[in-house]
């Protein structure tokens, strides 16, 4: 595909150049200039491996990633290898271990929860490999973090949970993740900082449902048995509460119970649930754009004659929430396939 | 020249090694070795740096924490049990370690013992409901894996957030989780160690017998006096107990407590075990093997993982693995016994010369007689199997029976009998030293000593083991015939290395040489082999000059002689070949000659056969052992040579009533006497030209004395 449409366009140059050339010949003598900054950073690029360890394969967060990945980083000849835990953080500590003794330029760390991988992300740069986190990121902090920010999505989230139930029950419920998750963790504490502002409002049940679907339908399940004039869910990522409002619409209370989550934006996973009802809110960090925001670090950094470890910054994502009045528009979610092409 | 081929081929060529190496339990290890071995090379050759000593000992550390896991695992399923909740406890010790680590504060060694007593103590409830209320062990690990999760998830929540904001700085604890000694990690050291102890507990120890044995048969082991129920709830507890020691390391290396900690790790382990070879059915294991699968799996995950294969088709993998390995043990343990004998008989190319048969009328040497026609009978139906007679100065009578006694008969009738000794096994030949104890081969046990106050001894059991062998030939498996030297030297002759006794028609179909002949010094009380690859040695004398034995090759058909002093020490020389029949004991004349007995007569169908070792070999893995063809033993005789091997006379029993197959004979103050080994009865006849005085033991110690 690229492939063709350069040799497209080198070819529609020549025979402009050739035009040109023919008409005026002897009055342009004059050359192009040499930008002498391309030449080092395709240098610095070529050949170079990133290693890519997400907590699992197979859901849309992390197909996206690697997906963007690849189209950006792969035509400067560079090689993007996946380690996938599966879900375990044992495996995913391994993964990293193996990545380090083969010397990557960059990892791309997915952290299953704060604290795991701390020591070897400190261990990877001192050793000289740039640590990109994405998403979840670890109690220690490397050269770059790509993400939502977790406290704002609880914020969000649980303020319009809050704003929906003013007038009727109070009564609300959390679903959390993984609980030494970063992305649970820390969301946890947005809540939190909402509910601190607002005493009337009571939570039934806060419960981990490891983001696991079937886990979040069967707690949500429960905590509806018991609460039938439940007026609101915070959920901590919509490819884990499917499960959430799953359960809502079994017992009939899709309108009534406010579900709000976050996640990737995906067309399947966001949209398409809001626009059906299942989400009233889910707030999307837009997948390709962190994909995008991670590979122009990488080949900041690969370009750089920069020292893992000598600078530490953060790319926080501008959240797009997604709501009925938006979840129509074509744009406002991304899509797996297509991204993958 | 086809002929000579095929000698060529079966005697350079070493058919009787496959069977001997499949039935050592050492193949079962070294088949999930070469598979580790074939992981490890594919793995290196399809990833640069695989086995690079920083990768080794990443992996190391890994290994040696579910390694931990696994010889906990091991060691139940050796006792013959399954713990599913490994993966539970593996999660709940996890969090116990660095709860009191990360929140109670306490000092690393005191968090090392408390979480391998708590590991224990959880161990100890599967090991109190499965060992002492004896529930299944798979519906109960299934069930306290549930409960130990469940209470893993409630403790997470609270906690999990102080223990994830916790950094631990202990040097201690560092150690533990990412520190070695000489680039070999902490815990990979602690494994060794643990592995060998354990090696030595399984092996060595009582404890670890026991283990095995209830494994094996949970009954027999009962029967014997094991503590059943106590060893399997110590089994259970020291499965946790080991399962808390990997899941302290894992702690020490991640500080994790994640929901997913030991999720599914269960099969992990199980896969390990079984893939090293502990069987499912219990009884069969060792720590090799569990470390073996559990190197296997990891290589395997994390080479997979590191060519960037998708999780879930790596669960697929060990999941695949786990039951293709389950089927070969379930296979293998099945058919073992089966295909070993049918790989492990292999016979031979043996080639005998033209056959001169005994028929009456063709003027042979052997011609049948009907001398033994007058035979008195001793002990008719009272005695069974007396495959050796012999008699001490005073005239009575010993020979040994199938029911593992040596019996004695009172002269003069010999109608009085008692049992003179119990041993066990079955005795053989027998012989007296000089100073009256009785010497007697007993196969399947060795060299025994009665002596004359009837107090049973062992002399020998066992020989040098020889270099090249795979079965391990130092026990004696068939003793079967003895003479005394002057210096008080035994030599005596051991059929059969590779079968037992009561295969020794198998040992004949094979006409290997697989038999040897073996010295026993009294004196020093050592043993050792002298000559090797015998055609099934069996009787033995010593002959009149005092520096040789003459011995019988049963299915050689011969008799050979073997220096064991003077000029020719250590030579053999053959004194009669191309017999035709196959030669047992060989004993002592009254008028300087020799008795042989013959137990058998060839035939020319197994001549033939003989020469062809492809067709007995396709008999012995078609055709049922009772269809085999088998060397007849239906009729056999007595006779005499002299010290030129010369046959002098011979004796036969043409009616085939009394003594159709004579394994030895006894010559006594006139008298021949006369056992066999399918028989049931003596045999006494009265000689006509003997010595009425002659006494075996007279001719043989007074004369040297």
Known sequence: MTHSITTRWVGRLVALSALVCALAAPAFAQKGLDEPFQGPFKKALAGKTVGYVPVAMNFDLTEGWFAVLKRELEPYGMKVVVRDANWSTNAGAQAITTLISEKPAVIVVHNPDVQTYAKLIQRAEKEGIFIIQINMGSAFRSTAFVGANWIEIGERDTQAVVDFCKGKSNKIAVVQGALSAAASAYTLKGVENVLAKNPDVKVVSSQAADWDAAKAKAITQTVLKQNPDLCGIVGFWDGMDIGTAAAVKEAGLTGKVFVATSGGGEQKGACDLVKSGAFDLDLSYDVPTQGADMAALVKWLVSSDMKPGTVKGSVYTTLIPVTKANAGIDGTCWKLERLKQ | MKEVVLRLRYRYWPDHLLGEILSKRWTETAIPVIVLLLVAFAFSEAIPGFLSPNSLADTARQAAEIGFVVLGMALVIVVGGIDLSVGSMFALTDFCALFCLDVLNLPVPAVAVITIVFGALLGAVNGFLIGYLRLRAFITTLITLIIYRSAYDLLLFDYSNTIAAAFPDDAVWDFMGGGGVFGVPSVALLYAMVAIFGHVFMTRLRPGWHITAIGGSRRSAYNSGVAV?????????????????????????????????????????????????????????????????????????????TL???????????????????????????????????????????????????????????????????????????????????????????????????????????????????????????????????????????????????????????????????????????????????????????????????????????????????????????????????????????????????????????????????????????????????????????????????????????????????????????????????????????????????????????????????????????????????????????LGKADPDFVQYETRWRKSA
């Open chain 2, 229 to 305: 129920r106590r060893t399997i709830a110590r089994c259970y507890a020291a499965s946790g107990a080991l399962t808390a020691v990997g899941a302290l390391f894992f702690a020490a290396r991640l500080s994790t407590v994640g929901g997913d900690v030991g999720v599914g790790l269960e099969v992990t382990v199980l896969t390990a075990a079984v893939l090293g070879g502990i069987s499912l059915g219990g009884g069969r294991g060792s720590v090799a093997r569990a470390l073996v699968g559990t190197l296997i799996v990891l290589l395997i995950t994390n080479g997979l993982t």
């Open chain 2, 308 to 686: 960037s294969v998708r999780g879930g088709v790596n669960r697929m993998v060990l999941a695949g693995i786990l039951l293709v390995a389950a089927t070969i043990d379930i296979r293998w343990l099945k058919n073992r016994t089966r295909i070993i004998a049918k790989v492990y008989v292999s016979p031979t190319f043996h080639h005998m010369p033209a056959l001169l048969g005994p028929r009456v009328g063709q003027g042979s040497r052997f011609e049948q007689n009907d001398k033994l026609k007058d035979v008195s009978l001793i002990g008719l139906g009272r005695i069974e199997a007396p495959e050796d007679v012999i008699l001490d100065r005073h005239d009575n009578l010993y020979a040994g029976s199938r029911h593992g006694d040596i019996i004695r008969f009172f002269p003069p009738d010999y109608e009085k009998m008692e049992v003179y000794a119990h041993i066990g096994g079955q005795p053989l030949g027998m012989a007296f030293d000089r100073d009256d104890n009785l010497y007697v081969c007993i196969g399947g046990m060795g060299l025994y000593r009665i002596t004359p106050d009837r107090r049973v001894e062992k002399a020998t059991d066992e020989t040098n083991r020889s270099l090249y062998s795979v079965n391990d030939d130092s026990r004696l498996r068939l003793a079967d015939d003895l003479d005394i030297a002057d210096d008080g030297r035994i030599f005596f002759s051991e059929a059969t290395v590779r079968y037992e006794m009561h295969e020794w028609p198998v040992d004949g179909l094979e006409a290997r040489g697989n038999g040897r002949i073996i010295c026993y010094d009294p004196a020093t009380k050592t043993t050792r082999t002298v000559l090797r690859g015998l055609k099934f040695p069996n009787g033995i004398c010593v002959s009149r000059n005092g520096q040789s034995i003459l011995f019988a090759e049963t299915w050689g058909c011969c008799i050979k002689r073997y220096w064991f002093e003077g000029p020719k020490k250590g030579r053999v020389e053959m004194l009669i070949d191309n017999l035709p029949g196959f030669p047992d004991n060989i004993n002592l004349s009254s008028d300087g000659n020799y008795w042989l007995a013959m137990v058998g007569m060839r035939s020319p169908a197994l001549d033939l056969a003989w020469r062809m070792p492809g067709f007995r070999r396709r008999m012995a893995k078609r055709v049922p052992l009772d269809e085999w063809l088998f060397p007849n033993i239906n009729t056999g005789c007595v006779l005499r040579f002299n010290e030129a091997g010369d046959i002098l006379e011979t004796y036969w029993d043409q009616a085939g009533v009394n003594h159709p197959m004579i394994t030895s004979m006894r010559e006594h103050k006139g008298y021949l006497y006369l056992g066999g080994i399918m028989n049931n009865r003596i045999g006494r006849l009265k």
